[in-house]
């Protein structure tokens, strides 16, 4: 047991921080060149078959850089990809096929058709949107063209996202195999939740040295020292629970036999979903408080946070269900309670 | 990154469980003495249980061999420790001796300090209190005005502690007394070894809210005691203190994590089975239950960290700050969902009645709440300190 990042890790995000900072144009070559778009593509398939915890860090740098975008379903679906266009693995590897996994909503198989209500979060950046099927390990892969102009436009979509119904043949969409999508991109969407929380803790600590009252800058007053410690509390908090979630997932991998490995992967995401996007948004929303009026200007960095923290919350369903879910796997005598030693188990 | 524990650590995980499943005592259930004791008896029943854990070889799991520790790793500590809390065997109380003394004298005692008081807490032949706070010094610790002199080759101790759990049984004492008043207060102040037998000792109990003596104000009138009664350097106790310390109070939540979760599970159960069950006390157990488990990441985090030799500081502070509101939690559930069941004779009213009462104190002692969010946003997060005074 050693839960803390390897040395490489570390310099992973050392460089992807680096590559996230220097921002513009040239960052989906930079984060190609980095491997980035093959963290989770098979070795035979020209990726580097690394697991979520990696792939976990690649979110968490650019949820602080505010530039998660479609990374995350990017980097879950390069390897499903690569497997059912393999002459398009290049593109692939150099982050040139866009994917894009709807915020929530799931597709069905009706008949011969599928369909499904899809919300989306910036429709226009992808080349494929990938929706999960109902009750079958399998992820559809939808064309971008078609499912959008059959859409129903609900907010700006540049701006915010937009829903679609889906309503096509079974032959316009490609089924690809992806187990537990739900979890692993639950993963990687707290990831970035966990990025974005510690910019916008960053931020608020940065002005309370800065912003000056009284004759002395505001963070010196314990009223609002305390909220920030808080704050990095519930940060820990959330880092903890998804670098744990990722970490299970990928000896769930390791191990894909054991069943107790998997049951304990599946219970440590719902440990996360019951805590990390609420969390979140709350750090998100103090931040906005500890910032005064400024944090409540469009124009102001936090803006962009909020939103993005928000949107990625909705998507990942109700806190309070996940507390419901959470009691059932504790309180049931039968249940695997995940990362429970061994004894709280057999004591239950 | 890894999770997982080796066949070796699960093979010990299940040895330490099967021994406690065999040894833990028949009249100790729901995590309390059942039926309950007088508070004598009680004593009695945890230094004997102590001892026993001693004897198994459950005891100073990671302390070095050469002074009657298991000589193991951090690791097999956690493993120990969630064992028994996973099974809310008593807690100890030799804790002083146990997280303070000991890991301040095998830092920065003597050798002969070491061989000869160490085994002592293990086999629980000392047990230990700790002499730190007084009237006039809570939070504000540098305050505190108990005077230690040097005459002829002695310490003179002249003062008064107070809040000093454990004093009226301990055997001895970790004294935090001013050495030095013509430096910064953070600097003249030294620690001490004191039998609480030396002439010049009173102490007098003072009921706790759980109704049951655990501190106490102790007096200390011209008490002498010998020159190697010193710990550590002169002048240097309150870096010694504050060092061991948060390195050390952050290992007892091994244990407490693992109990605590038991506690949330006794409740859940109860409730189920009384069908006092409704959706949202279902969602705090859940909440509550989520929370636990990403406490115990924490604990594996921070014993993977130290195990890599890295310098542990002020996640003592953040560890003590979601520990104690977790079980406060927990405390305020047992109080809603047990109602007026909180008032009846049964081992779950007896262990909740004891939970609620004693969780109360958990967020003052051993540095408040505030106090602890005053070292993050100061240390942590370098926010200005503000008008109090400095001293470090």
Known sequence: MNFQHSPEQDMLRASLAGTFARGGEGTVAALAELGVFGLLVAPDRGGSGLGLVEAAIVLQEAGKAGVGGSLAEALLMADPLARAMPDRSADILAGKLTVIAPVSGTLRQVGSRMRGALTLSRPESGDWIAAPISGVKQVGLLPFAGPVAAGRARIDATADSCQVSVDVPESDIHVVAVDAFGDRLAILRCAELLGAAEHCLALSVAYLKDRQQFGQPIGANQALKHIAADTYLSLENIRVAVEYAAAARDAADTTPDDEASRAAATDAVEVMLAYVPRAAREIAETAIHLHGGIGLTWEYALNAYLRRIVRLGMGLGAVSSHQLAMFERFAEPSAATCDMPEAQRGAA | ????????????????????????????????????????????????????????????????????????????????????????????????????????????????????????????????????????????????????????????????????????????????????????????????????????????????????????????????????????????????????????????????????????????????????????????????????????????????????????????????????SLHQKIARLAVELLGPELDAISPIAERFRRVYFTSRGETVYAGSSQIQRNILSERVLGLPRGERRSGR
């Open chain 2, 1 to 324: 990154m890894d999770i997982s524990f080796t066949p070796q650590q699960q093979a010990y995980r299940a040895q330490v469980r099967s021994w406690l499943a065999a040894n833990l005592p028949q009249t100790w259930m729901e995590g309390g003495l059942w039926p309950a004791m007088s508070e004598g008896e009680e004593q009695a029943f945890f230094i004997d249980w102590e001892r026993r854990l001693y004897a198994a070889g459950y005891s100073g799991i990671a302390w070095p061999k050469a002074y009657g520790g298991q000589g193991r790793d951090a690791i097999d500590d956690l493993i120990v420790n969630e064992e028994l809390g996973a099974a809310s065997a008593p807690e100890s109380i030799n804790t002083i001796g146990r997280e303070l003394v000991a890991p301040i004298i095998l830092s920065v005692g003597t050798e002969a300090q070491k061989r000869h008081f160490v085994p002592r807490i293990l086999r629980m032949e000392d047990t230990w209190c700790q002499g730190f706070s007084e009237p006039n010094a809570g939070s504000d610790l540098a305050s505190i005005k108990t005077r230690a002199e040097r005459r002829d080759g002695r310490w003179i101790l002249r003062g008064q502690k107070i809040w000093t759990s454990y004093a009226h049984f301990a055997s001895h004492c970790i004294l935090l007394a001013r050495t030095n008043i013509d430096v910064s207060p953070y600097k003249g102040m030294s620690l001490f070894i004191v039998r609480m037998d030396t002439p010049g000792i009173e102490v007098r109990p003072i009921r706790h809210i759980n109704g049951l003596c655990h501190f106490n104000q102790v007096f200390f009138t011209d008490v002498e005691v010998d020159e190697d009664s010193l710990i550590g350097p002169l002048g240097r106790g309150w870096n010694v203190a504050v060092e061991v310390l948060g390195f050390e109070r952050a290992t007892t939540r091994l244990y407490r994590q693992a109990r605590f979760s038991e506690e949330l599970r006794a409740l859940a159960h109860h409730a189920l089975r009384t069908e006092t069950i409704n959706d949202a006390l279902r969602a705090e157990i859940g909440s509550i239950a989520a929370e636990l488990s990403i406490m115990r990441c924490h604990n594996m985090r921070f014993i993977s960290r130290m195990s890599s030799g890295a310098h542990i500081g002020e996640e003592a502070s953040f560890l003590k700050l979601l520990w104690s």
